[in-house]
């Protein structure tokens, strides 16, 4: 019977929730946690000693390699690992994300005991897991009629998401031009439409929505 149980990983760099969390798993008498980890580095090294999961648990702020990085190498590297994410951002940009980086499912810190077990049982299951909450923001965006005007406000480009992680920085617009391997003046245009996008006015304002969106976490 044991050879039926769920293997879970749990990656979190909050060592008391994870515990705690894998604690509730462990009892469930379903699912077994396999190894614990602190970031994406740590899971990665877990991997390559052939120790895989069948269900991985990410939290998406971490230290070393977040949540959002983890599963994009899982996404090129191991795609029928189901991945369940761990985050407070429920925004449609960072929902949009994650469902673009591979991620299965969300689950919020205080999620209750029942619902994480469904929701481990649910992405192993079926494929994918879904609360209410998040089901009702993603079908927001096509629910009115100008659903098209929504969605291309939401997604941004990877160089879009670059450079609004490089503006929660102290680096100066030349100085991202350069990382970006692009011309200052394009790094400019790309700055004003994104103030006109995102309905900001000032770097602070980007700084602010990177952060509000889980583009950047602190």
Known sequence: ??????????IDDHVLLRNALSSLINNSGKCKVIFEASNG??????LERNNFPDVVILDLNMPEMDGHQTALYLQQHFPDMKILMLTMYDSELALIRLLKAGVKGFMKKDIHPTEL????????EYGYYYSAQTSSKLAGLFRDKNEQQHLDKVML?????????YACSEMTYKEIAGNLKMNPRAIDGMRDNLFTKLDVKSRVGLAIYAIKHGVVTV
């Open 157 to 165: 480009t990877e160089n879009e998401i670059d450079f609004l992680k």
């Open 117 to 124: 077990l469904s929701a481990i049982e649910s992405v192993h």
């Open 1 to 10: 019977m044991k050879n039926d149980l769920i293997k879970v990983a749990m």
């Open 41 to 46: 580095k740590e899971l990665i090294a877990q």
